[in-house]
């Protein structure tokens, strides 16, 4: 009889600890995060587990307090915390069954219950890792959502500075807010599409922020979101509101944000453009910016500061101008850069025939005897005759459609010569002359069939003027003649 009791306490007090083990257990990660950020976080909580009960009685004060004490309650008010059926302790520790300073563990804690208040900036990965890093408790709400944000926070460059003891970089609350977190895909989220920019330039855009934690080389460049907004990208993102073009994370990623490195940048651009970088990379390029370390993308296009490429591209004072008129060019290693020292004097040796020509493909390529001088201006020429029939074609077709001639079909035709400008922009990557003649050759019979129609709207329309012009001429004669004959019936009448 007695083995029976010993081994039901046995079997009481095993259940017990496991339950309270799992209580008070902590994400693995956290545990890890906690000690590298010199936190006692997990001590805290491990002694004094948080409670919750069906009544958030926090509210009882904080909706009657001071605008201070209301704010935490009007901002929770529609977040997806309070969706979801979150309290106040959950967050912020203390009982929530209790009742004023009984619910923060009476009066200078006399009684602790695990009430933090205000977390530290340290603290606060930590305490949204508490759920967010547990895949068991996460997929009873959303299990599409990823558990392994901290994990990658501590591999960003924000999460290293904070393991370095800089807690002025960003954590959770400063990207997502605090009270007032929404989904991604509402509007007035922090981190919806449309308001990443603005949300990361709360600190990017502001030198005196940098200053705290960033070197003189970042407090410098502390322009990313001014330059963004002005960029192809922010113009379409932010003035669009196209949700479709990138926004900081998509080049930076969320949670592990960091610069991309210098072999890094091209695998983030062709995420989107994958054309560009399969050209890039089997061009004749690729190698150079390779053994010289040159990012591949930004060398030419820059980073957030992204022009929407044109026809004038490659002129002076580009992009392209930026490693051209360094005075020293023996770097870049070809015999073009060695001959002179800066790009100014490059500009002035060009012989007049060149000098007409806009692109910076006749920096190297001058010497007429050469192909690929000679690819270069089939080249130039075939992109320049193809932008000007575009042109004519469209204002044509305009015209002919505000006359009230059918020109769909046309139009169709020549939205396939736009697409076809911006491949052939986008075979310049590979600086292939076969390739971009094949291209060019492909589309000649569209754009014969677009003039034939062009040419056939016009007709159509003097056709139709012409004849409107005899049908109103002899209608006109009609309409003489009957009167004259209507007034000499009077005369003979009146006679």
Known sequence: MKRYYILILITLFVSITIAFAKEEDFPAVVKQMNNLVKSDFVEKFKANPHKKTDKDNCLLCHQTGSPRAKKPVTDFKGSIHQEVGLHCSDCHGGNSAKFSMEAMGGMFNTKPNGFIGKPKRKDISLMCARCHSNA?????????????????????????QMIKGKDVVAVCSDCHGSHSILPKNKPTSMVYAVNVPATCGQCHNDKEKMKKYGTKKETKQANQFTEYINSVHGKVLLKKQDVSAPACNDCHGNHGATPP???????????????????????????????????????????????????????????????????????????????????????????????????????????????????????????????????????????????????SGAK???????????????????????????????????????????????????SRRNWLILASTVITLLIIILIIKIRSIEKEDNA
């Open 412 to 462: 169709s035709k020549l939205d396939q010569l736009k697409r076809m400008q911006v491949e052939l922009r986008t075979i310049h990557h590979k600086a292939d002359y076969t390739l971009f003649h094949t291209k060019v050759n492909e589309k000649k019979k569209e754009r014969q069939e677009v003039e034939a129609e062009a040419k056939k709207a016009d007709e159509e329309y003097f």
């Open 136 to 160: 068991e408790y996460m997929k009873n709400y959303n299990p599409k959502l990823p558990v392994d944000q901290l994990t990658k926070y501590m591999t960003s460059t924000h999460g290293k």
């Open 261 to 407: 490195g210098v072999d890094s940048v091209s695998m983030s651009c062709k995420q989107c453009h994958p054309r560009n970088a399969e050209l890039f990379t089997s061009g004749t390029h690729f190698l150079d910016f390779s053994q010289k370390g040159l990012p591949q993308c930004a060398t030419c296009h820059t980073k957030h500061n992204i022009k929407s490429p044109s026809h004038a591209f490659v002129k002076k004072d580009t992009a392209c101008a930026d490693c051209h008129s360094k005075n020293d060019l023996k770097t870049l290693g070809t015999k073009i850069d060695k001959k002179f020292n800066n790009f100014d004097e490059l500009v002035k040796s060009y012989t007049p025939e060149v000098k007409q020509q806009s692109n910076l493909c006749f920096k190297c390529h001058q010497d007429k005897s050469t192909k690929s001088y000679q690819n270069v201006v089939n080249m130039q020429n075939n992109l320049t005759k193809l932008l000007k029939d575009i042109h004519r074609l469209n204002q044509s077709l305009h015209n002919s459609e505000n006359r009230g001639v059918e020109v």
